[in-house]
């Protein structure tokens, strides 16, 4: 029995295997260390943006919030165009949450990789978790009067705004900003450039809130501190994991799985108003009184 000798030749293969095995574990070291890093500097910018707008919601708003309001209200009621396309934005679904998921929709189906699924299914749940955390903290915060109901601001109603709109919580921070941003966040991440436009979307519905009188600017701004830290907290590998297999069991019970993702991604869009009418109308029932009237 003849025994192969090692040549010289195979040592280098050998040694270059064993090198080229350290550099992707020194690369793979690098992609593990960098998400937690970014992730802390997110947080920490998150934190700071909606730290920022609540101290000048509190203690700078009539020095530097009013002069834009009233800077914005000086059109209010002089064009009926104006005032209605402004409107159209803040009150049509169809512009307003279905725009974004349907950007969502059209990422998953631009692909079959599960890996980039299943980062779309954390970030959609992080924005809804975004929403519901601001609509929480606008529950639970000090009254904060919208613009259009504080009389030291003197607004003028643009037309088609009620004036007793939205005056039972307060504003901070802004819901629908939330829950934009948080979307848009996801689209950025998946589709740069589509992420930019609908930045720039969310920007546009969010002046329209503020021409209305519904928020502050510290309002929509905070919420994209809100946005961010929701987003960066979702963007794990615990919750990647567990979207990846529900993308993987979805694949295989396709029907169920789509039916549940419209009736949730609907909700989304339409900010859970079906579950929350339901909410308040079973809470009238128990509580025999309106949970929003105070009385």
């Not at 793979?28 to 998150?46: D, M």
Request: glycine fraction near 6%; aromatic fraction near 12%; hydrophobic fraction near 50%.
């Amino acid at each position: 029995m003849h025994l192969r000798k090692t040549s010289p030749t195979d040592r280098d293969v050998t040694e270059s295997k064993k090198s080229a095995i350290v550099a992707v574990a020194r690369e793979q070291a690098k992609v593990t260390l960098a998400p937690l890093s970014t992730g802390v500097l997110n947080l920490g910018i998150g934190a700071a943006v909606l730290l920022a707008s609540a101290l000048i919601a509190a203690k700078r708003q009539r020095e530097w919030e009013y002069p834009v309001i009233w800077a914005m209200n000086s059109y209010a009621n002089r064009s009926a165009v104006l005032d209605y396309f402004v409107q159209v934005l803040t009150a049509r679904d169809l512009l307003q949450g279905a725009a974004f998921i349907s950007l969502l929709w059209y990422l998953w189906f631009s692909t079959q990789d599960s890996d980039i699924r299943a980062p779309l299914m954390t970030g959609t749940v992080a924005a809804s978790c975004a929403g519901i955390v601001s609509r929480v903290l606008q529950l639970v915060l000090p009254t904060h009067l919208r613009p259009l109901h504080s009389p030291a601001v003197g607004f003028v109603l643009p037309m088609g705004v009620e004036a007793g709109r939205l005056n039972h919580y307060n504003s901070f921070p802004s819901d629908h900003g939330a829950l934009f941003f948080a979307l848009t966040l996801v689209i950025y991440r998946t589709r740069p450039r589509l992420g930019l436009v609908a930045f720039a979307w969310a920007v546009l519905l969010d002046i329209a809130r503020i021409y209305e009188g519904y928020h502050f600017p510290s309002d929509v701004v905070g919420s994209i501190g809100l946005a961010l830290i929701m987003i960066t907290l979702f963007n794990n590998r615990w919750f990647h994991r567990i979207a990846y297999r529900i993308v993987t069991w979805g694949q295989t019970r396709q029907a169920l799985f789509y039916l549940l993702a419209f009736l949730l991604t609907y909700q989304i869009a339409t900010l859970f108003d079906d579950v929350r009418e339901l909410g308040l109308g079973f809470a009238r029932l128990v509580l025999h009184h309106d949970v929003f009237s105070g009385g």
